[in-house]
């Protein structure tokens, strides 16, 4: 009781609800044998990607009752955070992976130097053509905001895009061609025929070879076949070489395509 008479309660020191670890003594070490802790021992940052739910069943199964709430505390207490899966492993590169990228480099700067044209091509994420929903955000006036569907089916869409890109390395301009059916070996050096006919005859107006690079996947890559047959077809309508290099593949792509 305080001096104004009211009555008041408070809690000697070590009193309270125990710890779930002091009441049941074997909780940490099975809680342990689930977690599995990844990362670095010798770091004191560790982390599972266990999630509470599967954590407080399997403990529930083992013979202890513990809540959620609870048991995210513990994990706390004891350095855990949850973490999903990182893309890290890359694998073993090839030998001559540096050798690659060295000589594609090195042949993009002879052709800078010389004013000829060179170009990087691939083709870009598809979309949906229609109202469905995309990352970033647009000034609108307040109170209004732009509806879109709930779901990304395609039987919504009014059709798709593709588009396949070509960066010109020696101006640093881009160019987009859209297509709307599949991306095709045709599709992608039909793309690059477009943008010689409507940019590059006009850069490069005394151009008598052109240096291609690509990754070595898709409608360009380095095993297809279709690909290399229609780069000699533009070869031979434009009067030009036409030279290819792969990007980042093992057995690294290279072809010159005459008339």
């Not at 982390?47 to 505390?73: E, F, M, N, P, Y």
């Not at 990182?86 to 690659?100: F, P, W």
């Not at 209004?144 to 895009?161: F, I, M, P």
Request: aromatic share 6%; with cysteine.
């Amino acid at each position: 009781m305080n001096s104004n008479g009211a009555c008041t309660w408070e809690q000697k020191r070590g009193g309270g609800r125990k710890k779930a670890t002091v009441t049941d003594p074997s909780l940490q070490r099975d809680l342990e044998g689930l977690l599995e802790p990844k990362g670095d021992p010798m770091s004191l940052v560790k982390w599972t990607t266990h999630s509470l739910t599967h954590l407080v069943k399997a403990l529930s199964q083992q013979g202890h009752r513990i809540k959620r709430t609870a048991l995210a505390d513990l994990l706390h207490e004891q350095g855990y955070s949850l973490k999903g899966s990182k893309k890290t492993l890359e694998g073993t590169s090839h030998a001559d992976r540096d050798q690659q990228f060295g000589h594609i480099n090195a042949l993009c700067k002879q052709f800078e130097q010389k004013q000829a044209p060179a170009i990087s091509v691939d083709c870009k994420k598809k979309e949906l053509l229609g109202t469905f929903k995309n990352q970033g955000r647009e000034w609108q006036p307040k109170g209004h905001e732009t509806q879109v569907n709930v779901y990304d089916y395609r039987s919504l869409a009014d059709g798709k895009a593709i588009p396949y890109g070509i960066y010109d390395l020696v101006h640093n301009q881009g160019f987009v061609n859209v297509g709307i059916d599949h991306e095709t070996a045709e599709f992608a050096v039909e793309s690059i025929r477009r943008w010689w006919k409507r940019c590059g005859k006009q850069l490069y107006p005394e151009a008598s070879e052109l240096l291609i690079t690509a990754d070595g996947g898709g409608s360009n890559g380095v095993r297809n076949k279709l690909w290399k047959k229609a780069l000699q077809t533009l070869a031979n309508h434009s009067g030009r070489i036409a030279r290819h290099r792969h990007q980042g593949q093992p057995d690294v792509s290279d072809g010159s395509h005459h008339l």
